[in-house]
């Protein structure tokens, strides 16, 4: 990583001061060489520095485990946009824009983010050319979004989606914390992702408060954060099953979905998760005896779900659906800076849990799962991969619970002055969350960051090319959160 | 499962029900239980103690506060309550549970009732356990409850989340597009209150202020099991004395 920036592990903090601000030129130059030199970008937003604009970025070098932070502070209401030679800023610079009001010149395609009626849609015209719109309510039990398609018959030559509608103002209000709200408001971030958010936001804190939490609530929370992956990912399997009309592996998934689920309540009395996490560990200790109850439960659900979720890679008419269907190349999954299983499904081996590991996954390592195909089967294929890892490390960790308290009695009180990013891997993908505490310790900014924001334009990108009607496969294999982007 | 002429599925240790409230416990003067609550939902003080299942996300935050032990969430499931104010739990007094629809209502859905489900705001968390309803393991098939695609086929609207401003019109157009008579039924505290962002000037403090509610569901989100009681209380469809 280039000098510019300052460089810290996961969850270290800084003081602000220490993050050097530069002029918009030099922050464009350093920010687009640490992309030619294999870096990401995690998180870009913008920050009211006095009565000025100031711009924060944070990048990711996954090889050595680095996240760098750099600033700049506007002296115009507009800056040349990265994004024409850097496309994987392209949303956070709508956002930017949307936010604090200031244009990124250059722009290919500016709108806002969050505002999903006040927008034109990109157009195909021609003989025969048609437009097909999608929602926001859906024909599902399903979070609302807009999608616009250019169609020629079946052909999508575009899909533009357009969110916003879930947009419940969390990041506005996160401003001025830690409050009594502030638990909630993460864990219904993205309400499927409670304890990848939860725990991304926790880390936060306690990075800040240099507070460490004990070793047995380091567990516990790999240990729900994984359940949360398993529950998901087989429930999407079944969706996905379900999306190709083969019943069989759609009804037993949902049900096994469920039997997940039920695991995480054993944790802390809800499904999804809440009242688990809290800064400085976890609010409820699993004893032994339901330690090993959870862990029988687990190898019961974990055997069944190999028995379903093989009935997929058996079946013709499946694999028939699943590969070739909605390709992401890897080049493009790189350029865009996809994350999460989309990403390791075009073979991009990254995993928070690996490059960044935090709490649990600095001790217990879990394999990063690729599939090199970028299409629907990859990511089924990914998943699946996932599921086992995830179940042998839910099944190791209870059968080993450090005989420790579950929270640090030391009150988790955040430094002031300083700025911390956070990552976890969610079931989707990278979560980031970025803290700057003011004068007090509180919140002048909290940045979030869903895998979600990545990944939308993956899917995007997925669908050219390719028919309409594979659009429902096609979103689900991707499954991203509506809420979690919109926030 | 044999629910609901047998017994229910079970519930998980911590499994956070309906509070229960000791107020002769309650010492003068002390709030440490409203303080700690993230939506304000508690109500009064000492014997006038009260919790807005509402406005209630079953965390345990009043419960860890309280030296006392003054309020436990107990492992009732049935929350479900015809008005606001049923939602109202107050020490020492029994709850109003939904009651069932008229006859005239329930005549008509009472063996069929399909649903459109309009996410509004919502984690995706009350939507899922909405969903999973019509999984195998639960089935609401078997009471004849059915979530539809089209709301020119729905009998009633579910809604879960807060009501956004972007979903305002596309909810109330929703709502519009069912044909008469219909039923509203808000899952889950946000689509009841705003839950944790009620007062935020993006979203409209839950359904009711779009949509005439007819029956109310608490929970962040609520169990299927809660869910399912509370549809099929309305529907006249439990046992009695259930």
């Known amino acids: ?487 | 499962m044999t629910y609901p002429d047998g017994t229910p599925p079970a519930l998980p240790a911590h499994f956070r029900g309906a509070p229960e409230i000791d107020a002769a416990k309650c010492p003068d003067g002390c709030a440490v239980c409203a303080e700690a609550c993230p939506t304000d939902a508690i109500t009064g003080a000492g014997p006038n103690i009260g919790i807005d299942l509402g406005r209630c996300l079953f965390c345990p935050e009043c419960e860890a506060a309280c030296p006392q032990g003054t309020i436990r969430f107990g492992s009732d499931y049935r929350l479900a309550a015809r008005t606001r104010g049923d939602l109202q739990s107050l020490a020492g007094e029994e709850r109003k549970l939904a009651e069932r629809l008229d006859d005239a209502l329930r005549r008509l859905f009472g063996r069929s009732l399909k649903l459109r489900v309009v996410s509004a705001g919502d984690c995706n968390a009350c939507a899922s356990d909405v969903n999973v309803l019509s999984t195998i393991g639960w089935d609401i098939g078997r009471f004849g409850i059915e979530i539809v695609a089209s709301p020119r086929h729905a009998d009633g609207l579910l809604v879960v989340g807060p009501v956004t401003e972007t979903m305002r019109l596309a909810l109330r157009k929703t709502y519009d597009a069912i044909p008469d008579p219909k039923i509203v039924i808000a899952v889950g505290a946000c689509a009841i209150s705003g839950g944790i962002y009620a007062g935020h000037p993006e979203q409209h403090d839950g359904a009711a202020g779009i949509v005439p509610v007819d029956c109310f569901i608490p929970g962040c989100p609520p169990h299927p099991l809660t869910i399912l009681d509370g549809v099929l209380r309305l529907l006249g469809r439990l046992p009695p004395g259930a």
């Not at chain 1, 926790?202 to 929370?221: F, I, N």
């Not at chain 1, 054993?266 to 800064?279: A, I, K, Q, T, Y």
């Not at chain 1, 409820?284 to 659900?301: N, W």
């Open chain 1, 1 to 487: 990583m280039n000098g510019a920036f300052l460089v810290r592990r996961n969850a270290e903090p800084a003081l602000l001061d220490d993050v050097a601000v530069v002029r918009i030129t030099q922050f464009r130059t350093a920010l687009l060489d640490a992309i030619n030199d294999e870096c990401r970008v995690v998180s870009f937003f913008g920050r009211r520095n006095g009565d000025r604009i100031e711009l924060v970025a944070v990048v990711a070098e996954d090889a050595g485990g680095e996240l760098g932070f750099l600033r700049t502070v506007l002296d115009a209401p507009r800056f040349e946009s990265l994004t024409p030679e850097c496309p994987q800023v392209h949303l956070f610079e709508r956002e930017i824009a949307e936010q604090f009001g200031v244009e990124p010149a250059g722009h290919p395609w500016l709108k806002p983010v969050r505002d999903p009626m006040a927008t034109k849609f990109f157009r195909v015209e021609g003989d025969e050319v048609h437009e097909v719109g999608v929602g926001p309510v859906h024909a599902g039990v399903i979070e609302p979004g807009h999608f616009r398609f250019q169609c020629h018959g079946e052909h999508v030559f575009h899909l533009e989606i357009a969110l916003g509608y879930q947009h419940r103002g969390i990041e506005r209000a996160l401003a001025g914390g830690p409050s009594k709200k502030t638990i909630p408001m993460m864990e219904t971030a993205a309400g499927d992702t409670t304890i990848g958010h939860t725990l991304a936001y926790c880390q936060a804190v306690e990075g800040l408060a240099g507070v460490k939490p004990p070793a047995r609530a380091h567990a516990l929370r790999g240990i729900a954060l994984e359940l949360e992956r398993l529950a998901n990912h087989t429930g999407d399997l079944g969706a996905l099953s379900g999306d190709v009309a083969y019943l069989p592996a759609a009804s037993f998934c949902g049900r096994l979905r469920g039997d997940y689920l039920n695991l995480t309540a054993e944790l802390c009395g809800s499904r999804f998760g809440r009242g688990f996490v809290r800064p400085g560990g976890v609010q409820f200790d699993l004893p032994a005896e339901r330690a090993g109850a959870v862990a029988r439960r687990l190898d019961v659900a974990t055997r069944d779900a190999a028995a379903a979720i093989a009935l997929l890679w058996q079946t013709p008419t499946v694999m028939e659906r699943f590969e070739s269907t909605g390709t992401v190349e890897t080049d493009t999954c790189e350029e865009i800076g996809m994350v999460g299983v989309a990403a390791r499904a075009c073979g991009r081996g990254i995993d928070v849990r690996h490059d960044f590991p935090f709490g649990i996954f600095r001790f217990v390592h879990v394999p990063v799962m690729t599939a090199h195909h970028g299409d629907v089967n990859s990511r089924a294929v990914v998943r699946w991969l996932e599921i086992q890892r995830s179940a042998e490390f839910v099944a190791e960790q209870l059968a080993m619970l450090p005989a420790t308290p579950v929270l640090a009695a030391a009150p988790v009180r955040p430094a002031p002055g300083c700025i911390i990013a956070s990552l976890t891997e969610g079931w989707r993908g990278e979560i980031c969350h970025v803290a700057i505490t003011g004068d007090d310790g509180r919140f002048t900014r909290y940045k979030i960051t869903d895998p979600s924001f990545h990944n939308w334009f993956g899917l995007a990108l997925a669908l050219r090319g390719g028919e309409i009607s594979d659009f429902p496969l096609c979103n689900k294999s991707f499954n991203l959160s509506y809420c979690g982007h919109d926030l």
